[in-house]
């Protein structure tokens, strides 16, 4: 409670003092994190401020970094469920506009998702004065940022959109409508068709792709008027992305159907498609065919003149052939292009094919120096020729190559046969050498290709995916200084660059581990927010691991599921009834409870409660012994409509009263039990000889079930007949309880052994019997004695009382 004037007078005047924020405290020993996230903590923090602090500002969190305009359009989404009013379109507008002018290469699909909403919302409201909400520039750029989708994604929210909004184009070009003009047709075609190829090849509609082409630009190759260079530039690039979609959506059979369509529409068969299909086809194995379409003529863009293939072709032929041990050819292709006027490609695909047969740094070294030597000869006759030397484009082919085999010593060589030569590395060379040297755990080495790539980083996304990987490495392994790993985090928070889930998932996990839970907050605030669901799961299992680890201190455990709740309020119910059960197995109950009233207030049905959360936490009620905590779970349970009581829930609340000493009512609930339509299961019968221990004539109660048991012809097993004996021992039968032991293997088949002497032993609550007990196991069960003895015990009212074992006497419901 702050000390303001009113407290000084209250307390010099006698008066008592009334403070509401300290009715619900906060169960941990620590002071619970003031998280904002829309909405205020349920539990008010406990006052720990010392004197000299109360001048101190408290530390702030970062408030939560959410795309622009995405909250606004995502509460459009919520009224709309709602059916409620929805926004202005004009905010609507606003919010889709800020949205896609972020500069961001990949959108997550839940984010476009309520994009599309918003821009569906937008057409079916039309603007006041009829104009369209969006420019068609506007229209093309949004279509321009959809193209790429996110990992491990359908893309077919990405799809949905781009369909939308290429309509609304065509819409506003009226292309394909009576008044459609030649200068909107060629605009279109120049602006918004590619983006629209490259967002259906991309996201899995090659085929959608390919009608489109043939729609578009079909009746003009086969009308007799020649179309111009521009027109046949534009057909090779849409046919190209058609093969590239079909390539990447690995679908093998229509991709050979596409390439058997187009001579019949004149269209030429070029280097770049070539490229794709050769590629294609060695990586698939499958060397014939990718050799077949290497030795295909490939033509210009208009089929005039022939050309000849890339060299990337070349160097992806002859690795395949070199892999696969198909060498004749390989050395036949390489005959044929000495013998001629070679390419630097060219000479690039060589040295791939020699670092592929075997051959080392230091030959490829001396066949780099052939190329040069044959290219100073070939300038000194005709001085028209360019200088051919090797580049960093030749090493990082090598490199490439060397990270295929997964060869990090040789990627090495090559790297330090570039430096020989004056070739020094760029920023795709310094990218690889972080990957290959993290995959051999050399993160020393990867943190030196980092210092490398800082003074080239593009912030590509490649590179920033090593710089990514390599922070995740050095905060597993636990060995590297905090401030190192933090200066990387620093320099892609200073590029605006991205952290990959994994990464913020680590860095939580750092700070979390050091105690800066503020800090765990703020890094989850800034990115956690842009994630798309189904990688928040992956930071929000990371939570969880966290707090079920045996190591976590409770305080630490409460801070990150306080965390974990407010930043990830769409935890499901499967995810918190293990934190449930960690803070039972903590012995901290209240925290439990806290749990418990979580999820029984959440109005959700994946978080709300279920029988399943009811049965887990009267279970842990009992191994707790809280009887307040377990009145008021049991009051909710008779409040909450959408819960029927069964025998594993009537089990778990006989096994609660139970175990917080209301033997009476417990044994009510077995009473509903035999009365019910499921009956009782053997767990029923366990519990409620455990209901029969400690109770006034309980032995009488237990004798009562135990002759039924006989009477119907129950199969009595260990567990039954444990807790049959548990219940007369505590009820001071104890001559009663030892001749039911000795008569156990005759009768029953049973064994005595450390189940049901430990038991036995620990339900007997009189000093002398147990004296006497000890001597009889002892006599008679030496052995079993012996692993009583190992377990160690405690002695009740405070070491004056009865022995306990550390036994485990647990029943589950």
Known sequence: MPLTRLVFRSLLAGTPLFYRGCVHRIPPARTALALVHGRP?????????????????????????????????????????????????????????????????????????????????????????????????????????????????????????????????KRILQIGQQEESPQARDEYEKTGLPRLLRLLTGNGASLEARDVVIDVYGPRLTSPAQPDAAVWEAVGLAWGLVLRGLVLEEKQKELLATLEMMPALSIPYSPNMQNTIVTYFASKNQLQEAKEWYLKPTLSANGATAQKPRGSTLGKLLKACALHGDQAFGQEVVTLLLAQQMGKETWDAVFLWSAAIGKGADEVDRMMNVMVRRNNEDRQKNPNLPVMQPDIDTINTLVEFSMSKKDSYMAERFVTLGEKRGIFPNEKTYTMQMHYRLSIQDIDGARAAYFGLQGSMSDSEESVAAVNALINAMCQSQQHHFDDTMALVDDLHERKARLAPETVAALSLLHLRRGEAHDAVDILQMHAHTFSPEQRVIIRKNLVAFIMDGQTSTADAWDTYQIMRNIFPETPRRDRIPILNEFFARKRSDMACHVFFHMRNASHEDITTTREVYVAAFTGFARNADVESLELAHNQLKLDLNVELNTQLRNALMLAYAATGDNGRALEFWTEIGTSKEGPTYNSIAIAFRSCEGMPFGDQHAKSIWRRLNEMDVDIDKKIFTAYLGAIARNQLYDEAIALVESAQDEYGFTPDLYILGNLFNATTNIDRQAKLEKWIKDNYPSVWREIDALGFWVTMDGFGYRQYNFNRDLDP
């Not at 795309?67 to 379109?89: F, I, K, S, V």
């Not at 104009?131 to 520039?137: D, K, L, N, R, V």
């Not at 359908?154 to 959109?161: E, F, K, T």
């Open 41 to 169: 903590l349920p539990f008010a923090a406990p006052q720990r401020r010392a004197f000299f602090e109360l001048f101190k500002p408290r530390r702030k969190i970062k408030p939560a970094e959410v795309p622009p305009g995405l909250e606004l359009m995502g509460e459009l989404a919520q009224l709309q469920r709602d059916a409620l009013r929805p926004p202005r379109p004009t905010d609507i507008a606003h919010a889709l506009k800020a949205f896609f002018a972020q500069k961001r290469r990949r959108f997550e699909d839940f984010h476009i998702q309520v994009a599309h909403n918003a821009f569906r919302y937008l057409l079916e409201n039309g603007r006041d004065d009829g104009q369209p909400w969006f420019p068609p520039q506007e229209l093309v750029n949004m279509l321009d940022k959809l193209k790429e989708r996110p990992h491990h994604s359908s893309g077919a929210p990405h799809l949905a959109m781009g369909r939308l909004l290429d309509g609304e184009l």
